[in-house]
């Protein structure tokens, strides 16, 4: 088994990981950087160029996994696509998206090669993708005439992340593979927590996210859930407004579904939710999926429970935030030109109104920035608001949806595989998961492939 790191920068940036076994190729994501630009933000298919790849395995419908999809098509002409079932109607949804983010892009920043791919490239793909129920054993090989043996096999295992979020266990005639993609193996409050217990693998490849980052003694989701509700609380209580920069896809899903739970108790009171339109629409979609999924509250039916308000274009610039609104809307990190960009602009200013991060944001983002600001100071917020004072509440609170360092090295411990690769974090992040990992297995080999590095096992 050969495995290669397609991931164009030695961060979390783009997934993407090109395994061959048994003569056949697999490239597990294709990711896109979400901190680069054009071309840049793509994996390294150069790496595998003039290579057949046979398919294409997705793990789950977050840009940083999917986005350079119809790419790698036009790179890997022939490969099939198999996503988990409940990823096959999020996937044109996100790509749709991109091509009009990437549109956007091109007319207002002046990336001159956006979009890379238009909307017909997303609705051709779609021909060859294939949805896989979770513990489906799938052939994925292409048999070379005449037919060798066995072909290698997939199967997806629950990873509890997001919606349609899967290991990936790649089996050749003596290899195995297990990719966790990123999971989350703690219950949230839609998603039950991953499925992982009956993996069984030589080689683990898995994600880094949260290396680096300890939680503090006694910490529970419980506790940090009632902060944020009373947080809620106290601010809508005094008319204020309050903002929630979420992803669309996953943390806004479970989101709404914990304040459909507090409204549905009394323990906040019944208001409108704001939302942004993809927000909404992947809202919809987890509750079309509900019975194809292992979930909490299985009959909550977010669209029902709650009264969604759609942001119109203009609504985040104009719309008037007195009585005590309730946002929960993208990007998570606040990017321009977003309504969560635009709603911070003009609540930060304001020390009764209330902004809440539930999620990470890159230092370098402007939710980063907004999050590390000082009270009363003036900082650089994001290019089109260069000079800004925050005055507003604000509040951080971890519920994030990877799984917890220590919860990592329990599985790779549990799994004992003969070797660890990590992937999906930064380098201090690898550098704890490697040292700890280390520890509890001593026979195992560690290793960090390096952006476009190949390592035979
Ligand atoms: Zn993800
Ligand atoms: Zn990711």
Request: include cysteine.
């Amino acid at each position: 088994m050969r495995i290669t790191n397609l991931n164009c920068a030695d961060d979390i940036g783009a997934s993407a990981w090109l395994v061959e076994v048994d003569g056949c190729r697999l490239l597990l994501d294709a990711g896109m950087h979400p901190k680069h630009d054009g071309n840049a933000a793509l994996p390294l298919f150069a790496a595998a160029a003039g290579l057949a790849v046979d398919a294409i395995a997705l793990s789950h419908c977050h840009h940083d996994h999917v986005g350079a999809l119809p790419v790698a098509l036009r790179q890997f002409p022939g490969a099939r696509v198999f996503v988990p079932e409940q990823s096959y109607f999020l996937l044109p949804r996100v790509l749709h998206n991109s091509v009009n983010v990437m549109k956007r892009q091109r007319a207002e920043a002046g990336i001159a090669e956006y979009p890379l791919f238009d909307h017909s490239d997303v609705d051709q793909l779609m021909q060859v993708v294939q949805a896989c129920r979770y513990r489906q054993v799938v052939e994925w090989g292409v048999p070379p005439r005449p037919r060798a043996g066995p072909m290698p096999t997939l199967e997806f295992f629950d990873a509890g992340h997001v919606l349609g979020s899967a290991g990936v266990l790649v089996r050749g005639r003596k290899d195995s593979l297990f990719y966790t993609g990123d999971v989350c193996f703690a219950p949230q409050s839609l998603l039950a927590g991953a499925r992982f217990e009956e993996v069984r693998a030589r080689v683990l490849l898995t994600e880094s996210t949260r290396g680096a980052t300890a939680r503090p003694k006694g910490f529970s989701r419980e506790a940090e859930l009632a902060r944020l509700r009373d947080t809620i609380a106290g601010a809508l209580s005094r008319g204020a407004s309050v903002l929630v920069p979420a992803f669309a896809l996953g943390r806004t899903q479970e989101l709404l579904a914990w304040l459909a739970m507090q409204m549905r108790e009394g323990a906040l009171p019944r208001r409108k939710v704001h939302v942004g339109g993809l927000g909404r629409a992947f809202t919809e979609i987890y509750d079309q999926q509900a019975h194809r999924t292992e979930r909490l509250l299985p009959d909550l039916a977010l669209q029902q429970a709650l009264e969604l308000q759609v942001l119109e274009e203009g609504d985040a610039q104009n719309m008037s935030l007195k009585g005590g609104k309730l946002f929960v809307t993208t990007a998570g990190m606040m990017t321009e030109r977003t309504a969560a960009h635009d709603l911070a602009v003009r609540l930060m200013g304001e020390a009764r109104q209330c902004i809440c991060f539930v999620g990470y944001a890159d230092p370098d983002s402007p939710g980063g920035r907004l999050k590390a600001s000082e009270a009363g100071r003036t900082f650089r917020f994001s290019d089109l608001a260069p000079q800004v004072v925050r005055r507003c509440e604000l509040h951080v609170f971890d519920l994030s949806a990877h799984a917890q360092r220590e919860e990592l090295v329990g599985f790779a411990a549990g799994l004992a595989p003969r070797t660890v690769l990590l992937g999906h974090g930064d380098p201090p992040a690898r550098k704890w998961l490697a040292g700890q990992i280390a520890r509890r297995l001593p026979s195992a080999q560690v290793l960090q492939p390096r952006p476009g590095e190949s390592v035979a096992l």
